[in-house]
């Protein structure tokens, strides 16, 4: 009976201290405005919100044992510097940082495995992490971004935005004056985007819907899709082993090249009016060439010890100067 209670005494022991390691904590603190925020984690989770022109408010929610996990504020006159860390290894537990602060503020956000979900700071972003996802809406200004393996989204981004991820997916929506976003192995998605684009992916595939600006877009081994575009300037949509399919919102007055080495190139003008000088070329032994408009020339060229069929018509004038190659698929012009 005695060891049964001593037995039943140690469960008890072990259960409270286990469940007072998980117990929820809280941490609140104020602060008056800054230029910036500094925030670091180490796997927490942080939500910066827009809030009053007043204060900065921060909120830490954690359920770490005190023993292992450690948190500081650090303020002058400009900034704010805000870090977790942990002593030792064995940290069971998880955390969360929730700030609240004006709109106008610099925030510069480091993590090794921690979301971040920013709304409505209206000055430069600038976040790193590991592996975790980052979703950012209304910002006024500019956005530099990289992970390593975590997906990206944007929303409502009136800057310049330069994003890059190894192996996490990329998506943008209602963003303005120029994007450059680069994935190692992750799609990009686009949709209602305007300015300058720049966008490369290795084995990706990339979706442009509704975009005007200029175009650099191109792809190792994924397909590139851009429906409803107006080209701003001279652009380059291209591929090394995926179709190009390129769909225009207005007729093309910039130059434009649409370019598959083992894929298909397909430009459809979506009933627009079709002007300028155009050229297709396909190798001659593999590839093919479609044109609803009559060729005025036609002649094979040797490339790089291939022959290649070069086809071409003006229709109009001799700008701009349209360019649809492949080499081993399809090169289409469509009405």
């Known amino acids: 009976m005695k060891k049964i209670s001593t037995l039943l005494l140690s469960v008890i022991f072990f259960l409270t201290a286990a469940l007072t390691s998980f117990a929820q904590k809280e941490v609140h603190k104020t602060f008056s405005p800054k230029e910036k925020i500094s925030i670091s984690t180490v796997s927490g989770d942080c939500m910066i919100k827009k809030g009053g022109n007043d204060e900065i408010k921060v909120k830490l929610i954690y359920t770490y044992s005190d023993d292992c996990f450690e948190y500081s504020f650090k303020e002058d006159n400009n900034s704010l510097m805000i870090k977790e860390e942990f002593n030792g290894r064995n940290c069971n537990g998880e955390s969360e940082w929730i700030i609240t602060t004006p709109s106008n503020v610099n925030i510069k956000f480091n993590t090794a495995s921690g979301d971040l979900e920013l709304n409505g700071v209206d000055n430069n972003i600038s976040a790193n992490t590991a592996s975790g996802d980052m979703e950012l809406k209304n910002v006024g200004k500019e956005v530099d971004i990289s992970t390593a393996s975590g997906d990206i989204k944007l929303e409502n981004i009136n800057g310049n935005s330069i994003i890059s991820t190894a192996s996490g997916n ?11 976003l680069s994935s190692a192995s992750g799609n990009i998605d686009l949709e209602d985007i305007n300015g300058k684009i720049s966008l490369s992916a290795a084995s990706g595939d990339i979706t442009i819907i509704n975009a005007s600006g200029e175009f650099k877009v191109k792809t190792a081994s994924g397909n590139i899709e851009a429906e409803n575009i107006e080209l701003t300037d001279e652009s380059y949509l291209g591929a090394a082993s995926g179709d190009v399919e390129v769909s225009l919102s207005k007729s093309a007055v910039y130059d434009l090249t649409i370019s598959s080495a083992s894929g298909n190139s397909i430009l459809d003008y979506n009933g627009n009016d079709i002007k300028g000088f155009f050229e297709f070329s396909a190798r001659k032994d593999k590839g093919t060439i479609f044109s609803p408009i009559k ?3 036609e002649e094979v060229v040797e490339k790089n010890g291939k022959d290649y069929d070069v086809k071409s018509f003006t229709a109009g004038s001799d700008n701009p100067e349209i360019i649809i190659k492949t080499a081993s ?5 469509k009405k």
Do not use: H, S, W, Y
């Not at 990329?170 to 450059?180: F, L, S």
């Not at 698929?329 to 012009?333: T, V």
């Open 295 to 297: 060729f005025d020339k």
């Open 170 to 180: 990329i998506t943008a929506k209602n963003c303005v004056d120029g994007i450059k």
């Open 329 to 333: 698929g399809k090169a289409q012009l």
